[in-house]
């Protein structure tokens, strides 16, 4: 489960001659690429934008999404999630193994690994990493996953080799647990964790040089606000089917555009090589373009919703919240705004039709979980004025929706300001129920504030949102389904389920967790699926394409279904030919 936000460096020190190295920089890669044969070759570098430089370079405390962009290629982990299959594959793992009870994991890692800067890798370094992560003072936000059946998992070295992790109960597939946890240098940051001070290690001040990591690249060059420059790691452990050390390219550059729109016409300048969510727009107008490759991967597991206060707040605080949550709690009050939302014409018109409606959690691009048995009716005001007429609801003489007591209905909706897809949405809802009589204010305010008022103070109406990306497995989610959960919106962090339909839902996600039949754990998530479409807690909306471009030289260009897209393989890309520039 992934919320993206971002924070924003700048610097303005040496910016002129900042920029006219990376433009003497890019000139140089271009002159080397034209001169090189085609097939597959090695050398030059690929360059892509971030709106926002990363906030830390320690991948223990990496929450938005820039950031992890740029660690991600950094640092590696044990199992990792294909992009592409979404099915596990060995990392720094070669294999591993589960006992018949499901209770332990042995890894065996593979030999001869090294860090970035040549020092050993071993088992200790596993041992210390998960110790870390672990560890309640170092506050790191992916904690809660390594916690199965309420307790951290159990992690030792057998020997330098082989790593042994115990659970405290089955879990259906922990070997996706590993996915995401880079594996940190104990023989450098051990003294500072010793010291309590392993979250300040690692800042974006920090020498390149010191940041050391497993991944296909290592730190070269950070110009704060501008870009960062990664150069080829040279004890990186993948080679290809020919025996040839990977990652090909020798460098991988990001830069920092403020919007899309820079980005895009960047892009077509042949300044940027790699655009990984292009807009619609952008996407059509360069789809007849020569120089250049577009994918449409299809749908992605990004699922937008809308959803609204159902949270016990404080009624003397918040008494016009308190007022109108009379109708939120209503089945027939959330139906009926369901049934006034015109998908077909979110997907239309956000979407140019380069996505899908939904009316669940689940979109079509992960077919092992996507319930096909949920009922998806087409927009009906018939049907919502039904719904609301059979709830108490009226209709004034001048169209006004009134409830019970007389009082108009009306409410506000939270949306990311920075999310021009969402706010188009929240637009095109705000017109489908003023045909229901139904005012609706659109409040656009900054990620965290949004995130603030629906977790933290509670002083909200409702929230359009939109969540997914972070892997396949509903496992993912579990902050969103369980009750207790933070990311359980409509009522984050509750101490106890709120209706009886919650309670269910809490059972159903805590029996697929030990449930070893891939089978037996659809069949639970499906029920899982039908009980959110019955209440309906978080009305689901649309999903977009996976759209992204790259220039025409670049090979092995495949966007994959998690983010990163375009990244995902990059020790795989190559230039096979000058790009078009």
């Known amino acids: 489960m992934s919320v993206s936000t971002g924070a924003s460096r700048t610097s303005v020190v040496r910016a002129g001659s900042a920029a006219l190295c990376l433009v003497v920089c890019l000139a140089t890669v271009v002159a080397q690429r034209g001169a090189e044969p085609a097939g597959r070759t090695r050398g030059g570098q690929l360059v892509i934008a971030e709106r926002t430089a990363p906030s830390t370079f320690n991948p223990v405390?990496?929450?938005d999404a820039p950031t992890r962009a740029v660690l991600d290629r950094l640092f590696a982990d044990l199992i990792h999630i294909n992009r592409w299959t979404l099915k596990t594959e060995p990392a720094l793992a070669s294999s591993w193994s589960v006992s018949k009870d499901g209770l332990q994991y042995t890894l065996n890692l593979r030999p001869d690994l090294k860090f970035s800067d040549g020092h050993p890798f071993t088992a200790e370094d596993v041992v210390f990493s998960f110790k870390v992560y672990l560890d309640e003072s170092v506050h790191a936000p992916q904690r809660d996953l390594l916690l199965v059946g309420g307790k951290p998992i159990e992690v030792t070295a057998k020997d330098d080799h082989t790593v042994i992790v115990r659970l405290a109960e089955p879990y259906a597939v922990a070997d996706?647990?590993?996915?995401?946890?880079a594996m940190l240098p104990k023989h450098l940051l051990s003294d500072a964790f010793a010291n309590g001070a392993l979250a300040r290690s690692w800042g974006i001040d920090t020498p390149p040089q010191s940041i050391v990591g497993m991944g296909p690249f290592r730190l070269r060059e950070h110009v704060p606000g501008q870009r960062i420059v990664l150069e080829r790691n040279p004890y990186f452990w993948r080679k290809d089917d020919e025996g040839a050390a990977m990652p090909y390219l020798d460098r991988l550059v990001f830069i920092t555009v403020p919007s899309s729109d820079t980005e895009f016409l960047r892009f077509k300048a042949g300044d940027i090589d790699v655009m990984s969510r292009m807009s619609p727009e952008q996407f059509t107008a360069l789809s007849s373009a020569t120089g250049y490759r577009t994918v449409d991967a299809g749908p992605s597991l990004e699922y937008n919703f809308l959803f609204f206060n159902l949270s016990d707040v404080n009624a003397a605080s918040l008494p016009a919240v308190a007022k109108k949550q009379r109708w939120?709690?209503?089945?027939?009050?959330?139906?009926?705004?369901?049934?006034?939302?015109?998908?077909?014409?979110?997907?239309?018109?956000?979407?140019?039709g380069r996505g899908e409606p939904l009316w669940g959690p689940v979109t079509r691009a992960n077919a092992a979980w996507y319930n096909s048995a949920l009922p998806r009716p087409e927009r009906s005001l018939d049907r919502a004025r039904s719904l609301l007429k059979d709830a108490g609801f009226s209709w004034r003489d001048d169209g006004a929706l009134a409830d019970r007591?007389?009082?108009t209905v009306e409410f506000s909706v939270l949306v990311q300001a920075t999310?021009?897809?969402?706010?188009?949405?929240?637009?095109?809802i705000q017109n489908d129920l003023a045909q229901l009589g139904i005012r609706v204010t659109i409040v656009p305010l900054d990620s965290r504030a949004v995130l603030d008022r629906v977790q933290n103070t509670r002083d909200y109406e409702a929230c359009l949102l939109g969540l997914g990306g972070g892997d396949a497995d509903p496992n993912t989610d579990m902050s969103v389904w369980l009750s207790s959960g933070e990311h359980h919106f409509w009522n984050p962090s509750a101490a106890k389920p709120a209706t009886t339909w919650e309670r269910q839902i809490d059972s159903l996600m805590r029996q697929q967790i030990s449930v070893r039949s891939s089978s037996e754990r659809k069949r639970l998530f499906d029920r899982v699926q039908a009980l959110l479409a019955e209440h309906e807690p978080m009305i689901f909306l649309a999903s977009p394409d996976i759209l992204a471009g790259a220039q025409a030289g670049l090979a092995n260009f495949k966007p994959g279904l998690i983010p990163h897209y375009t990244l995902w393989n990059i020790e795989e890309l190559y230039w096979r030919q000058a790009p078009g520039r």
């Open 328 to 352: 939120f709690r209503l089945d027939a009050f959330r139906h009926a705004i369901s049934a006034a939302i015109d998908r077909k014409a979110l997907v239309s018109l956000v979407y140019r």
């Open 61 to 63: 405390l990496a929450t």
């Open 405 to 407: 007591d007389g009082s």
């Open 419 to 428: 999310s021009a897809p969402r706010g188009q949405m929240a637009t095109i």
């Open 176 to 181: 996706r647990l590993f996915d995401g946890f």
